[in-house]
Nanobody
Framework: DVQLVESGGGSVQTGGSLRLSCVVS????????MAWFRQVPGKEREAVATIYNWSGGPRTYYTDPVKGRFTITQNDTKNTAYLQMNSLKPEDTAMYSC?????????????????WGRGTQVTVS
């Protein structure tokens, strides 16, 4: 079985930074597409950032509220994704979950993702 394990969440003050990590383990470790989602109680899960591998190299997607503040990266073996979050705001408070797709995905949506992590809480005050 494939598992995704997130880490790096925590509590920070407004303007602070956190770096989330998502490690893929199991039979299928190389993922062509990885993404971070977030959800707060009572709201739908939101796609925060996606990184996917294209013929010309990796491409990224960010939801508008995080553009210029968050950066998604993936390691060379495509089994770990990171989300560097800077200039954090209280509205960034959420449960952040990682998702991965072995082949393709639709950036900015939940479509195409085969595997999901349980999440790590981020609280900004």
């Amino acid at each position: 079985d494939v598992q995704l394990v997130e880490s790096g969440g925590g509590s920070v003050q407004t303007g602070g930074s956190l770096r989330l990590s998502c490690v893929v383990s199991g039979n299928q470790r190389s993922m062509n597409c990885m993404a971070w989602f977030r959800q707060v109680p009572g709201k739908e899960r939101e796609a925060v950032a996606t990184i996917y591998n294209w013929s010309g190299g990796p491409r990224t997607y960010y939801t508008d509220p995080v553009k210029g503040r968050f950066t998604i990266t993936q390691n060379d073996t495509k089994n770990t994704a990171y989300l560097q979050m800077n200039s954090l705001k209280p509205e960034d408070t959420a449960m952040y979950s990682c998702a991965a797709a072995q082949y393709g995905c639709v950036a900015g949506t939940r479509n195409g993702f085969d595997y999901w992590g349980r999440g790590t809480q981020v609280t900004v005050s």
